[in-house]
């Protein structure tokens, strides 16, 4: 990200909010925007400018998603810091060329269902208006806000879909903003049907597939299925249900009510997390799983709670694995004041339960039955890390065991057909002087690569 130019965008918005401010005011309008508390002396603008400049460049990214939110800009400003904000979220692209195929598919296709609702989606995604001081003091549409009216609400056989998503600018937009385009037009507000919402999905995934992007329903409001744009090879089976982890011994549950997938640890239970809390499309954040841990442990201090679960998840490590250790803390060393808002890394989670024992099942039963980390990130997708000691690939007696290696890239293969990406650290690589930055380094590209803020 560009945080100079990111600086630049919102000096001037920021300093124009001086004037909407009093001097006591001022100290609550900083917290607001999530800027440090003003000095005391000075003129507003000197208050205000102090504040603003004392910013550090990795916190800029908050200041201006919160300045959307309190005080949004014309919507060409809110756009460029939108664009700037998604640039380093790398999400499915869509080229030109399968857009234009998209509108080309709608253009026999009705748009919306609720007309109200589809104008406040063009509101947030798009410029309607050449001079919107004019809209908002006269109250009548001008500009493509008014031929959107005159051409698509009132006179619909005027234009087809590809004249709308041109004038729109759908063609040239970022994908992010592509994307929450078709999301919208897909969402219950705009089509408060659901048959006609799985009609459009079907009609736009006929077309995305071909460049390996698809709505898919990743969730659900009200009643009716959230979508979401996803790329089509990170299929995953649906929405995890049990989240049983923390225990590097095999925990003896068992199904208290297999209708409802109810899970009972049958004995020793304070070895053994399960998160029993729905996981939506946005994932597992560790914010998540500490409000959990407050909750569940009854732990009223944040700070406490967030203490005692890192210690209680460290602890689930193996004691014979340094190696495993240091990328756990390097995680949270790495990434410290972000980690609140990042997808949580779960140690030691068992992917399959099974009370027989392999001599009954047979030595090929669940090759893969625990896995060392797992994240669960938004829109489904599943991260597995695993650290490879020498156990993983030799004999007990430190010789090279053709036999395991299979068994364990048999066990990847079977995982990444279920879904799930695997990403592998040899436990020499965490034994470097450099092994902190490595790890921080490797959790960096991951973030990106999945659109993951770490600002």
Known sequence: MDYAQLRSLLAPLIMALTDISTHAKLPTLCEELGLPAPVTDG?????????????????????????????????????????????????PAIPKRYRRNVARKLNDEKLYGDARKFDDLLDRLWILDADEWLYLMSGKPSG??????????????????????????????????????????????????????????????????????????????????????????????????????????????????????????VTNADKVLVYDRPIGNDGLRWSD????????????????????????????????????????????EGFRKA???????????????????????GPDALLRFRMDFLLLLRQGVRVVIEVDEKHHYTDGVGNADVQRYANMVRGDRELKLAGYEVFRFGAAELQTPDAKANVKAFFNALFKRYGVPTS
């Open 339 to 361: 980690v609140p808002n990042l997808p949580a890394l779960i140690p030691e989670v068992w992917l399959h339960w099974d009370p027989l024992t392999v001599k009954e099942r």
């Open 43 to 91: 003129s507003k603008h000197d208050r205000m400018a102090s504040s603003f400049e004392a910013v550090a460049d990795a916190d800029l990214p908050e200041v201006a998603r919160r300045l959307l939110i309190c005080h949004p800009p014309n919507a060409t400003t809110r756009n460029q810091i939108q664009d700037m904000l998604w640039s380093d979220n790398v999400g």
């Open 144 to 265: 493509l806000r008014a031929d959107i009216q005159q051409h698509v609400h009132r006179n619909p056989e005027d234009w087809s879909a590809e004249m709308l998503f041109d004038q729109l600018g759908a063609y040239d937009a970022s994908d992010r903003r592509f994307a929450l385009f078709l999301e919208g037009l897909a969402s219950a507000d705009v089509r408060p049907d659901e048959a006609a919402q799985r009609h459009f999905v079907a009609c736009v995934n006929e077309t995305l597939r071909d460049c390996g992007v698809e709505l898919r329903e990743t969730d659900s409001e009200g009643g009716y299925p959230i979508f979401s744009m996803v790329s089509s090879h990170a299929a995953v089976k649906g929405r995890p249900k049990n989240l049983i982890f923390a225990s590097p011994d095999k925990p003896d549950l068992r199904f208290r009510d297999a209708l409802d997938n109810d899970v009972e640890i």
């Open 289 to 332: 799983l500490q409000q959990w841990w407050s909750d569940t442990e009854r732990i009223a201090d944040a700070e406490q709670a967030k203490r005692s679960l890192y210690l209680r998840l460290k602890d689930s490590l193996p004691r014979n694995s340094p190696p495993q250790t240091l990328l756990f803390e390097a995680f949270f």
